[in-house]
């Protein structure tokens, strides 16, 4: 789950927009910032790798940290470990007084205090303040104990070679000792420790060994097993077939699949992360200018060939893309004149609509008909 949620983000790209009255949104490539976070977060780490690393923090501890070094050109990201952060604020204090929320970064015996402003602060959905995030396995611990146990369960049974418990019946008023050791002989010969004797246990004459048929099947072990992952996967707001689980798939195609992946999980999480950096990064007047950070879902959602094709082509004739900007969702070169739209020439604006008869009628009347 961590995997899907991480590569997702990842294989975005993250885009720093421009929106522009004549041209309509473009990307700000002018900006400062721009190179930043579309290719290089930091010095060690590129943007696909970086929002992965921050995505698995977030999922796995609830809430991903990561510092804002510097302003402008020469800013720099850099993912703070989350075991050593802390957040501090007033609890006496009402929320409407509070001054600021500090960030307590420890290391190497040093203190680091770091006001709301530095700090890009990334939660998962849960929380019940709106500050802290809780992380899916403290939202699970009771299934994620109870999976544990049972994988021990199951390991246990791996070692004994899924040798049962059984009930050894003897004649004989055999005492402690003896009884230990005749036990333990039994067991060494089920488990084959003894060399030659494996699927075979020698019982002398006055025992019997009946075992207790403790099958996987009987406790519906594996099916236990699916649920339990069914669970996790859910709290991550991740589908079944994305743990390889089609048992249950109702969707109509690959496409269907990743639409409703978008839209229940990862668009609450990108607009959470656009509005984090569009408050910590930009300023006011670049707001106000029409700066604003997006991600790419273009990857994400694209579709077959063939729907690619009746799609764009769609978007041609209506007038909606140029044929150039057509010819880039394919990664094609663009062509001389095919900067402007174009379109059917049956279709005119929504006013003008029923202007024709009203002509047809007075070249009638005109004419004595």
């Not at 978007?315 to 140029?322: N, P, Q, R, S």
């Not at 174009?342 to 009628?361: A, D, L």
Request: charged fraction near 25%; glycine fraction near 8%.
């Amino acid at each position: 789950c961590l995997r899907v949620l991480g590569e997702s983000l990842g294989k975005l790209s993250l885009k720093l927009m421009k929106k522009d009255d004549k041209k309509g949104p473009q990307e700000a490539r002018e900006h400062a910032a721009y190179r930043t976070i579309r290719y290089r977060p930091n010095p060690f780490m590129d943007s696909t790798t970086f929002w992965n690393t921050v995505e698995h923090i977030r999922s796995h501890f609830g809430n991903a940290y990561v510092w804002r070094d510097g302003i402008g050109k020469n800013m720099k990201l850099w993912i703070l470990p989350n075991t050593q952060v802390q957040m501090y604020y007033n609890q006496s204090t009402a929320l409407r007084d509070l001054g600021d929320i500090f960030y307590v970064y420890t290391v190497g015996g040093k203190r680091y205090i770091l006001s709301s402003d530095e700090v890009l602060h990334f939660k998962t959905s849960t929380t019940f303040d709106g500050l802290l995030g809780m992380s899916v396995r403290d939202i699970l611990r009771t299934t994620i104990v109870g999976n544990n146990k049972a994988q021990k369960m199951l390991n246990k049974m791996y070692d004994n070679g899924f040798t049962a418990k059984a009930v050894l019946q003897y004649t004989g008023n055999l005492n402690d000792d003896n009884t230990q050791t005749f036990v333990e002989n039994i067991q060494n010969y089920a488990e084959g420790k003894i060399s030659g004797t494996q699927g075979i246990i020698p019982v002398p004459i006055g025992s019997k060994l009946e075992p207790l048929n403790i099958k996987l099947a009987d406790n519906e072990f594996v099916e236990l097993k699916k649920y339990s992952a069914l669970q996790i996967a859910a709290a991550f707001g991740i589908k079944p077939n994305q743990i390889n689980d089609y048992s249950k798939s109702s969707y109509a195609s690959a496409e269907a699949q990743q639409l409703a992946f978008y839209v229940d999980t990862l668009l609450y999480i990108l607009k959470h992360y656009e509005d984090e950096l569009n408050y910590k990064i930009l300023t006011d007047e670049e707001i106000k200018e029409g700066y604003y950070f997006k991600f790419n879902i273009a990857t994400l959602l694209r579709a077959d060939l063939k729907t690619q094709m009746d799609s764009l082509s769609t978007a041609v004739e209506h007038c909606i893309y140029t044929p150039n900007e057509a010819r880039a969702h394919l990664d094609m070169p663009s062509k001389p004149g095919g900067d402007r739209l174009i379109g059917n020439g049956s279709m005119i604006p929504v006013e003008m609509m029923g202007q024709q008869y009203v002509k047809e009628s007075n070249s009638i009347k005109e004419g004595g008909g």
